[in-house]
């Protein structure tokens, strides 16, 4: 009898084995053969589900992103207040800290692909985390966005000077701006941005 493989599971394996590898060596250092010896497929297996490697990174993406969620709603309970929400989500970011500065890197690497497809995977990427920052929070999208693009200022501040800022005190930081902004009852979009600019 032959063997039955759930494509979209290897699929997913394949691409997790990558960000490893992509993360390590960046995605423009390996070529179609390294990876698969890193990664221990076939050139055949490989091109069968990525016939390029801007493939692997197009797809690579949207995988991570909602791996990323997947683990953060998989590990946080429902019945949470929202200050308790509020911790979690703090937490999370702290902990993926090497996670998002190679997910960063990574959409850079998209980016100077000029491929096609960047502007759909980026868009998609973006309204994953404003979504799961608006649900988590309660918070308006607006808002989310603008959390989301200070919270990749955190990320990307991190990696160009590393030795000046600590990404951990700033998401302390975020976290109690936004602690005391979600203590109101009232709260205005530009109270908050007079907060964050402080």
């Known amino acids: 009898m032959p063997k039955i493989v759930d494509h979209d599971a290897y699929r997913k394996v394949m691409l997790e084995k990558c960000f490893d590898l992509f993360s390590k060596k960046g995605f423009h250092n390996v070529s179609m053969r390294e990876i698969c010896k890193e990664i221990g497929v076939s050139t055949g297996t490989l091109y069968h589900y990525f016939p390029a490697k801007e493939n692997i990174l197009e797809q690579m993406l949207p995988w991570a992103v909602e791996t990323n969620i997947a683990a953060f709603n998989r590990d946080t309970e429902n ?5 308790q929400r509020l911790d979690e989500v703090a937490k999370f970011w702290g902990e993926s800290e090497e996670f998002y500065k190679n997910l960063i890197l990574l959409v850079i690497d998209l980016l100077r ?3 096609e497809n960047s502007d759909k995977v980026f868009k998609y990427v973006i309204d994953i985390y404003k979504i799961g920052l608006t649900q988590n929070l309660h918070i308006s999208p607006k808002l989310s966005k603008v959390i989301f693009t200070y919270l990749l200022g955190i990320i990307f501040n991190s990696l160009l000077t590393p030795n000046d800022s600590s990404y951990q005190d700033e998401i302390l930081f975020l976290q109690e701006v936004l602690g005391s902004m979600l203590q109101e009852d009232e709260f205005s979009e ?5 907060k964050m600019h402080g």
């Open 79 to 83: 019945n949470l207040t929202l200050h």
């Open 113 to 115: 692909e000029g491929n």
């Open 190 to 194: 530009v109270e908050f941005l007079k």
